[in-house]
């Protein structure tokens, strides 16, 4: 089974604080993955990267910056959190490459964060 | 804007009940997939949709691929209080995973 582990189930930041959120997953997946899910929005992707030192923006990628130094591993961080970033953070990841690439998202069981 | 529409947006059942959603979308999708999302956890795949007219099932879960290809829809049959969650659709757009607002199901014992 595929397995998605993201580093905090909950976290509480102040306005102004940088964080980070990190993501592991074990199933060597070339592609991996960034969301945030808001009541009535569904989920709205922010970064994503096809490879290692690889990313693309999302939908909404402003105020947010990701990291990808090894392939298992994808890092959000927020330079300077604010009280609109407050949100369910999701991580996933899915397997091959360009026009093989499959669409089969396997996510991780999210950090709910909250910026006082 | 949303590219995915999902109905409806909350059912109430009971226990037993068979439970019917869709989703439609403004575009020819050549992928349907269906998630759940338990509370407070990550969505998990359900059943994945690769052939316009395709009908998957996966236990209590039913899932078709619309013949026009902008639509799918997902059939719970017998629900249990455990069927209880958000289910989401999701298509490829723009070689990105779109998704759907959610429906939101409850089950009453």
């Known amino acids: 089974d595929v397995k998605v582990t993201q580093s905090s189930r909950y976290l509480v930041k102040r306005t102004g604080e940088k964080v980070f959120l990190e993501c592991v997953q074990d199933?060597?997946?070339?592609?991996m993955f960034w969301y945030r899910q808001d009541p009535g929005l569904g989920l709205r992707l922010i970064y994503f990267?096809?490879?290692?030192?690889?990313?693309e923006k999302g939908d909404i990628p402003e105020g947010y910056s990701v990291s990808r130094e090894k392939k298992e591993r994808f890092s959000l961080i927020l330079e300077s959190a604010s009280t609109n970033q407050t949100s369910m953070y999701l991580c996933?990841?899915?397997?091959?490459?360009?026009?093989?690439?499959?669409?089969?998202?396997?996510f991780g069981p999210g950090t709910r964060l909250t910026v006082t | 804007g949303q590219q995915l529409n999902q109905s409806p947006q909350s059912m109430f059942i009971q226990e037993g009940e068979d439970v019917s959603m869709n989703c439609t979308s403004s575009?020819?999708?050549?992928?349907w997939l269906w998630y759940k999302q338990d509370p407070g956890e990550g969505p998990v795949l359900l059943i994945a949709?690769?052939?316009?007219?395709e009908l998957t099932s996966n236990g209590r879960l039913t899932a078709q691929f619309g013949i026009t290809r902008k639509d799918s829809f997902l059939n719970i049959s017998a629900s249990i209080p455990s069927d209880v969650g958000i289910y989401f659709c999701?298509?490829?757009?723009?070689?990105?995973?779109?998704f759907g607002q959610g429906t939101i199901l409850t089950v009453h014992p």
């Open positions: 999701a298509g490829p757009l723009r070689g990105k995973l779109t």
């Open positions: 199933m060597d997946h070339e592609n």
């Open positions: 996933a990841s899915s397997s091959g490459v360009g026009q093989g690439a499959s669409y089969e998202q396997y």
């Open positions: 990267s096809y490879d290692v030192k690889m990313k």
């Open positions: 575009s020819i999708f050549n992928t």
């Open positions: 949709l690769y052939k316009a007219g």
